[in-house]
């Protein structure tokens, strides 16, 4: 890493005026526009060339929610397959991925299952998923409704959105969303502490989830 890395490294230790740290990563194939999510979110920034991301690189935001700081450690990983060993690494620890297909490219939609495998291989059990169809001001190039989009989150048992970072539609939604789920997790799990440690794990909320009992090997 450069000097200018570690001085934001510094930085952000230095950086103590926050309630809560939570690393969130941002996964999906190859262009579907992962970056441009994260530079539109923390930039307001979009640049229709396309830079394909080289490993993974991170930004830091700090928002308030519900009278708290919260510091976000933005994670923007590379879709390319090439790199998928150094980005699975960093999957440990992260508490939010957000899961980006393009709403004109099947292929990417087609791959939201594959995507959904390497969280559950390496995150955390509780990592929290929000499923994001971007793109959606490309209405004329459209290939995956929103329709299926809705059915595929309701599937996994995770909320849904369409988002445009050309446009600037929903971004802010889906990172203030994801940051309240989390949320709602961190009390919840404070409120079943008690029980777990009983042996009687019940009492999370993922019994509201259409599947998420079905797989004994899931926790989430
Ligand atoms: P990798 O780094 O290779 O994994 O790709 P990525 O997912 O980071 O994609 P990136 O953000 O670089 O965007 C790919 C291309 O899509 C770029 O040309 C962007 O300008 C374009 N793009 C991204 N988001 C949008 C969007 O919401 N609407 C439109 N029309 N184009 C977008
Ligand atoms: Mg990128």
């Known amino acids: 890493m450069g000097g200018g890395g570690d001085m934001k490294w510094q930085k952000d230790a230095a950086d103590q005026n926050f309630d809560y740290m939570f690393k969130l990563l941002i996964i999906g194939n190859s262009s579907v526009g992962k970056t441009s999510f994260l530079f539109r979110y923390a930039d307001d920034s979009f640049t229709s060339a396309f830079v394909s991301t080289v490993g993974i690189d991170f930004k830091v935001k700090t928002v308030f929610r519900h009278d708290k700081r919260v510091k976000l450690q933005i994670w923007d990983t590379a879709g390319q397959e090439r790199y998928r060993t150094i980005t699975t690494a960093y999957y440990r620890g992260a508490m939010g991925f957000i899961l980006m297909y393009d709403i004109t490219n099947e292929e990417s939609f087609n791959s939201v299952q594959d995507w959904v495998t390497q969280i559950k291989t390496y ?79 019940r009492g999370q909320r993922l019994t509201e989830q259409p599947q998420g009992n079905s797989n004994p090997n899931c926790n989430c």
């Open 123 to 201: 995150s955390w059990d509780n990592a929290q998923v929000i499923l994001v169809g971007n793109k959606c001001d490309m209405e004329e190039e459209r290939v995956v409704s929103a329709e299926r989009g809705r059915q595929l989150a309701e599937q996994l048992g995770v909320e849904f959105y369409e988002t445009s970072a050309k446009e600037n539609i929903n971004v802010k939604t889906v990172f203030e969303r994801l940051v309240d789920i989390i949320c709602d997790k961190m009390s919840e799990s404070l409120d079943s502490e008690p029980a777990m440690l009983a042996g009687g794990g």
